[in-house]
């Protein structure tokens, strides 16, 4: 893994760089600074409605009492294309404007399903926030509520003032 991950950090900067200076050369460095701007500009708003409507769906859920791993997944994609998007560079731009397509987010959520399929176990109940555990089935039944009586000791007596 830790492999895979030195080789994403040194390809996609050679990358990046290999076409920003292609662009460049190919249009000028002034409009290639523009373009950059621009879909950082645009990525950034387009990555705050995508999140504020996720944001939406994830409290939907919650207050319909189902767990929101969609919710959570989409929040997530949508973190790393605002992410990338505020990258400068065209490949990592192409990578953030397509996690922030609905129907893109939910064929990388199947594939990242079967991925981390057996390797993620999800424990607890589905019960509502606010609701009492003995509301609802599942696991939450074996949740007992237990009053202990206690009393605060000080260990160290308060020394005199001088």
């Given at each position: 893994m830790f492999g895979r991950l030195l080789l994403l950090f040194?390809?996609?900067?050679?990358?990046e760089l290999?076409?920003?200076?292609?662009?460049?050369?190919?249009?000028?460095p002034a409009p290639t600074l523009g373009i950059i701007v621009i879909t950082a500009i645009v990525g950034a708003a387009l990555t705050r409605a995508q999140g504020l409507r996720t944001l939406t769906r994830y409290q939907q859920a919650l207050a319909e009492g189902r767990l929101p791993h969609r919710e959570v997944m989409d929040g997530l994609m949508i973190l790393v294309a605002g992410a990338v998007l505020l990258t400068p560079g065209f490949l990592t731009d192409a990578v953030?404007?397509?996690l922030l397509v609905p129907s893109v987010r939910g064929v990388v959520?199947?594939?990242?399903?079967?991925?981390?399929?057996?390797r993620v176990h999800v424990i607890g109940g589905g019960a509502p926030m606010g609701a009492s555990p003995h509301e609802h089935g599942g696991a939450s039944e074996a949740v007992h509520e237990r009053v202990v009586e206690a009393k605060v000791i000080d260990p160290v007596p308060d020394e005199p003032k001088p």
């Open positions: 040194i390809t996609v900067p050679f990358i290999m076409l920003l200076l292609r662009v460049g050369a190919r249009i000028g953030g404007f397509l959520r199947q594939r990242l399903g079967k991925a981390l399929k057996g």
